[in-house]
C-alpha cells in the first residue's frame, strides 16, 4: 500500500451511537478496504487486582485506557503494519489473552469515547467526528447493550452511570467536541450528516 490511509476518529459518549454511524461508514464504503479501531480494546490490562477492584474502577476516565499502545498500534497502522489488537474481557474487566491481527488498510476508523482527548491521537485523525445525543437516550441504549452484550445486571448499569458514567461524560468526553470537524446530532439514524461525511471522505480517497 503506496498511499497514506485516510484515518477517521468517531467519538461521544457512552451509548451515543458511535457504533452506528462508524457502521454507516462501512457500508458506504463496502468496496475500500477498511480497519475498524476500537478504543474499548485497550482498556489496561487489570489481571493484578481482584474483582472488586476492577469493579471500582473508573473505566470513562482517561486513565482507564493504555493510550501508550493505542497510539502506538494506530500509528503502526497509519505508516503500513500490522498490528495485535488486544481483546478485552468485559465480563472479567480486564484483558484476555487473546488478541487480533489487524491489517492497515485504505480507510482506517477509529472510535472510542476519548479519542479526541489525546493531542498524540487526535493528530493522526484526517477527519474529527463527534456523535452527540441526550443522556436519557444514552442511558437506555447502554443498558440494552451491558446487560445483552456484557452479562451485567440492570440495577448495576444504572448505578454506574449515576456514579460515574454521566459525570465523567460532562468532564472528560463533552468538552472534546471542540476538537472535531463535524457534529453529528442522533448518530446513524441523521442520514444528512452521513451523506456529507461520506462526500467528504470519498473527495479524500479520489484525491
Avoid: C, W
Avoid at 23 to 52: A, C, G, M, P, R
Avoid at 111 to 136: C, N, S
Wanted: charged residues 30%; aromatic residues 8%; negative net charge.
Amino acid at each position: 500500500m503506496t498511499k497514506k490511509p485516510i484515518v477517521i476518529g468517531v467519538t461521544g459518549g457512552s451509548g451515543s451511537g458511535k457504533s452506528s454511524v462508524s457502521n454507516k461508514i462501512l457500508q458506504n464504503f463496502s468496496t475500500y478496504s477498511i480497519v475498524l479501531l476500537q478504543q474499548d480494546s485497550y482498556y489496561k490490562d487489570q489481571s493484578h487486582l481482584n474483582f472488586e477492584e476492577r469493579l471500582n474502577t473508573n473505566y470513562d476516565h482517561p486513565f482507564a485506557f493504555d493510550n501508550e499502545l493505542f497510539y502506538e498500534h494506530l500509528n503502526q497502522l497509519v505508516n503500513g503494519q500490522s498490528i495485535e489488537e488486544p481483546v478485552y474481557d468485559f465480563e472479567q474487566y480486564t484483558r484476555s489473552s487473546q488478541t487480533i491481527i489487524k491489517e492497515s488498510r485504505e480507510v482506517i476508523i477509529v472510535e472510542g469515547i476519548l479519542i479526541l482527548d489525546d493531542e498524540r491521537i487526535r493528530d493522526l485523525l484526517d477527519i474529527k467526528v463527534y456523535v452527540e445525543t441526550d443522556d436519557d437516550i444514552r442511558l437506555a441504549r447502554r443498558i440494552l447493550r451491558d446487560v445483552k452484550d456484557r452479562g451485567r445486571s440492570v440495577e448495576s448499569v444504572i448505578q454506574q452511570y449515576i456514579d460515574v458514567v454521566k459525570p465523567m461524560h460532562h468532564q472528560f468526553i463533552e468538552p472534546t467536541k471542540r476538537y472535531a470537524d463535524i457534529i453529528v446530532p442522533e448518530g446513524g439514524y441523521n442520514q444528512v450528516a452521513i451523506d456529507l461525511l461520506a462526500t467528504k471522505i470519498r473527495s479524500i480517497l479520489n484525491e
